[in-house]
């Protein structure tokens, strides 16, 4: 029998057709295939699914979902599974990362609502967990998508410095440290 993992996988997450132009196109080499062209050369990341997963965690981080549109003729999918995202790609110096496929997938079960004492007794089906799964990631890559998009109809540029998404992740420890602050059980120092 297969595992959550390797059920989940083996899927190919959705995503909604019109973040091509403005998100993929834009910071991807989707659809163009490897080449030695200077407009691809040029592009922050490499596959569609790179930038699928920086929207992921901007959903993720900011604990927000965004439905995907019912209408199924408005989404695509990158046409390559999870298990083989970030196996062998090495531009720019990059290693692969399926460690991070782990971290996608440890952060999908904590944050998707998994009844596991049912799945052990098989009261509902691995491939309902994996659905809601799947749900799950792209409710939160469509999330980080729209983010990206806003961000950038407010300033085209504002992901063309050099640190712009290092920025948009550590802004979400600057709030945390913010929100945890008020709840700070710490007693106060004497004076």
Do not use: H
């Amino acid at each position: 029998m297969e595992s959550l993992f390797e059920l989940w996988a083996k899927r190919n997450p959705e995503w909604e057709k019109k973040y091509q132009d403005s998100i993929l196109n834009v910071f991807t080499d989707y659809s163009k295939g490897v080449n030695q062209y200077q407009e691809v050369r040029g592009k922050i990341y490499g596959a569609g699914y790179e930038i699928f997963i920086i929207a992921f965690f901007i959903g993720l981080y900011y604990n927000q979902t965004r439905p995907l549109v019912e209408d199924k003729a408005k989404r695509k999918t990158f046409g390559q599974p999870i298990i083989y995202w970030g196996n062998i790609e090495q531009r720019g110096g990059r290693r692969p990362y399926g460690q991070l496929r782990k971290y996608i997938f440890a952060a999908l079960i904590a944050r998707t609502d998994i009844d596991l004492i049912a799945l052990d007794k098989e009261d509902i089906t691995a491939r309902s967990v994996v659905d809601a799964m799947m749900d799950k990631m792209e409710q939160y890559a469509n999330f980080g998508f729209n983010f990206m998009q806003e961000k950038l109809e407010e300033d085209p540029n504002y992901f063309y410095k050099e640190t712009a998404f290092l920025r948009v992740f550590t802004s979400f420890l600057n709030n945390k440290k913010e929100d945890t602050s008020e709840d700070d059980d710490e007693p106060e120092k004497l004076k």
